[in-house]
């Protein structure tokens, strides 16, 4: 069974220089000014799914600008990267190191269960290598026999965790685009596949299907409902189309806004049947309307208080914002080239919030994470985090 984050430690990655045992909870809204590490945050958990895939030096080659981009002010300073994960009874450590090729080598990689009593058992799945052993481990048994060992369970929280990316939206993205309709059993991570899987969802969930469809109808008045069937003259292709109200006339996707389009990816991921345990958005608020914005904080809300979920959020948003709690909110400063990360604290903001909103709060840079947060006024504390 797949489990979400409970704690978290990344030590040299990009601006993240040492990040020591964050806790994670069902929501975390990460907030910051431009250049953070709020992506930097997020990318660490793309590269992560890379890794356990056995794709490190691809992803490093073409994505991150080699393994020397990858670390803290470069691999004079940071002689290597690593991460430290816990979930459930589960946990995964792995070091890596840059070589002159300007690729990753590992140092180590272990695999952690940790019994009813607390204690750790560390599994070593060896060093010197450059592609991750895990997958090839997650078959082994486990302790005293058991049938499944923590490389099984590590790998399949690992590989179900998806980085949600909804900002392309142009004529020539792929959700706007005939796509294969058997290409329906999970949203892709920049939902290129939207309509086999809202296709399928309708075929197989009517009642997720139909909570997607309403809360669509909240966001855009003109919308009706969603026309899923396969191109007439191409049964094994699907694309995306649309019916307005008082209208039997089918709109294709290219007729839809940006801003529309993306909330409808945005409510697909949320409301989808079988919610990933750990589900990451980079800045959705992109091109939503206020309302809309109103509306997604509270499918945030509600997906992340279904058992054993969660939901993490990278945003710059004041009216998303509005949204949370301030324990869900992670602020997200940079002192002297250094991501740092602080967790609020209702008891310390009380005062404030019976006077401004947590969106209000942070225009006026009293929570920081925002531009000069440096500078900003000394008028409250924020709850201990780790940093």
């Given amino acids: 069974m797949s489990d979400a984050i409970e704690k978290l430690t990344i030590r040299g990655f990009k601006s993240i220089r040492k990040l020591e045992e964050l806790e994670l909870r069902s929501l975390n809204v990460l907030i910051g000014a431009n250049g953070a590490g709020k992506s930097n945050f997020v990318g660490f958990f793309r590269l992560l799914r890379d890794l356990i895939e056995q794709k490190l030096q691809l992803a490093v080659g073409t994505t991150e600008g080699g393994a020397d981009a990858c670390l803290y002010m470069g691999p004079k300073l940071t002689p290597q990267l690593s991460a430290e994960l816990y979930f459930g009874r589960n946990g995964y450590k ?38 991750a052993q895990l997958n090839k481990r997650k ?19 690992i590989s179900s965790w998806i980085v949600y990316h909804f900002h392309d939206t142009s004529l020539s993205a792929g959700v706007r685009r005939q796509k294969p309709i058997n290409d329906n059993e999970v949203l892709r991570t920049d939902a290129e596949n939207l309509a086999a899987f809202l296709y399928r969802i309708g075929k197989t969930s009517p009642d997720s299907y139909t909570q997607i469809r309403d809360v669509v109808r909240l966001a855009a008045p003109f ?25 039997d006339y089918p709109f294709r996707a290219n007729q839809l806004s940006d801003g529309t389009l993306r909330f409808i990816c945005l409510a697909t991921a949320l409301l989808q049947p079988k919610q990933p345990p750990t589900m990451l958005f980079d800045e959705p608020e992109l091109g939503l309307h206020p309302y809309a914005l109103a509306l997604l904080g509270n499918l945030f809300c509600q997906a992340s208080q279904r058992p054993q979920k969660q939901i993490i959020i990278s945003t710059q948003s004041a009216a998303l914002l509005n949204e949370f709690t301030p ?5 997200v400063e940079r002192h002297q080239g250094e991501s740092t990360f602080r967790r609020l604290n209702s008891v310390d903001l009380s005062e404030w919030l019976s006077e401004y909103t947590l969106g209000e709060l942070w225009q006026k840079n009293i929570l920081g994470g925002r531009p000069g947060a440096e500078d900003r006024p000394q008028l409250m504390t924020t709850g201990d985090g780790h940093s």
């Fill in 327 to 331: 324990e869900d909110v992670i602020v």
């Fill in 223 to 247: 919308f009706d409902d969603f026309k899923l069937r396969p191109v007439p003259t191409d049964p094994n292709m699907i694309q995306l189309e649309w019916l307005q109200k008082d209208s």
């Fill in 139 to 157: 078959d082994d048994l486990g302790k005293t026999g058991a049938a499944r060992g923590p490389a099984h369970y590590v790998f399949d929280s």
């Fill in 94 to 131: 792995f070091s890596l190191v840059p070589t002159t090729d300007n690729q990753f080598v590992f140092s180590e990689e272990v695999v952690i269960f940790k019994s009813d009593s607390g204690t750790s058992y560390p599994t070593s799945l060896g060093s010197g290598h450059r592609e």
